[in-house]
């Protein structure tokens, strides 16, 4: 009986010392990030479309059918100025309307501090999409105009990196609202005015 509350008496020792060593770590991982975070105070990552353009996006009313061609240039600043950051999976998805028309996938790299890095992605091929009476009016008006209301998402997952420390992954979109023109024959029909992207929460894409 002794020898049984001996051994009873040691399992809880054993477990409340491990239990101080577990709250231990973790109080000290936190006073490791905190003071990581007050040395360098992340910056932020800034995303611009600097370009964009129009070869074709002509919609059928028939078939509900969109044939597109989109080409733009997105700019990536990282004004931090000791932290690096991996952009492990950007995606780029457009939307006319609020009607998802096009996609694809970017090239994933690691961008240094205080850097810009510029990706040209070219969207085309032809979709469903389907537009009201109300839709199909705004569209007809810009396709007189020349200039195209395109919203485009930016979908990362990305990790930060400072010194030997890198993050774990985390989740980041940005949101451009854009007045596309058409390019014709003889030039573009309207100018691309260079356009701030906005960081909106991650959502189901």
Same mark, same amino acid.
């Given at each position: 009986?002794? /020898?049984?509350?001996? @051994?009873?008496?040691?399992?809880?020792?054993?477990?409340? @010392?491990? @239990?101080?060593?577990?709250?231990?770590?973790?109080?000290?991982?936190?006073?490791?990030?905190?003071?990581?975070?007050?040395?360098? *105070?992340?910056?932020?990552?800034?995303?611009?479309?600097?370009?964009?353009?129009?070869?074709?996006?002509d919609f059928s009313p028939t078939t509900n059918t969109l044939d597109y061609d989109?080409?733009?240039?997105?700019?990536? /600043?990282?004004?931090?100025?000791?932290?690096?950051?991996?952009f492990d999976h950007i995606e780029a998805k457009t939307t006319y309307h609020r009607q998802k028309f096009a996609n694809t996938n970017?090239?994933?790299?690691?961008?240094?501090?205080?850097?810009?890095?510029?990706?040209?992605?070219?969207?085309?091929?032809?979709?469903?999409?389907?537009?009201?009476?109300?839709?199909?009016?705004?569209?007809?008006?810009?396709?007189?105009? =020349?200039?195209?209301?395109?919203?485009?998402?930016?979908?990362?997952?990305? *990790?930060?990196?400072? =010194?030997?420390?890198?993050? =774990?992954?985390?989740?980041?979109?940005?949101? @451009?609202?854009?007045?596309?023109?058409?390019?014709?024959?003889?030039?573009?029909? =309207?100018?691309?005015?260079?356009?701030?992207?906005?960081?909106?929460?991650?959502? /189901?894409?």
């Amino acid at each position: 009986m002794g /020898r049984c509350c001996c @051994c009873n008496c040691l399992f809880s020792c054993v477990f409340a @010392c491990i @239990c101080q060593i577990l709250c231990a770590i973790i109080i000290i991982l936190g006073v490791i990030i905190l003071a990581l975070w007050l040395i360098f *105070r992340p910056n932020k990552v800034y995303f611009h479309i600097a370009d964009a353009s129009l070869t074709k996006f002509d919609f059928s009313p028939t078939t509900n059918t969109l044939d597109y061609d989109l080409s733009l240039s997105v700019d990536i /600043r990282n004004s931090n100025k000791k932290i690096g950051v991996y952009f492990d999976h950007i995606e780029a998805k457009t939307t006319y309307h609020r009607q998802k028309f096009a996609n694809t996938n970017l090239e994933s790299f690691y961008q240094d501090p205080k850097n810009t890095t510029i990706l040209n992605p070219v969207l085309k091929g032809q979709s469903s999409v389907y537009l009201g009476d109300s839709e199909k009016s705004d569209y007809n008006d810009e396709k007189k105009s =020349g200039m195209y209301r395109i919203f485009t998402v930016l979908y990362m997952r990305i *990790r930060l990196k400072s =010194g030997w420390i890198t993050s =774990g992954k985390f989740k980041l979109a940005a949101g @451009c609202e854009l007045k596309v023109p058409m390019k014709s024959n003889v030039g573009s029909s =309207g100018t691309f005015e260079r356009t701030n992207c906005v960081i909106i929460p991650w959502a /189901r894409h």
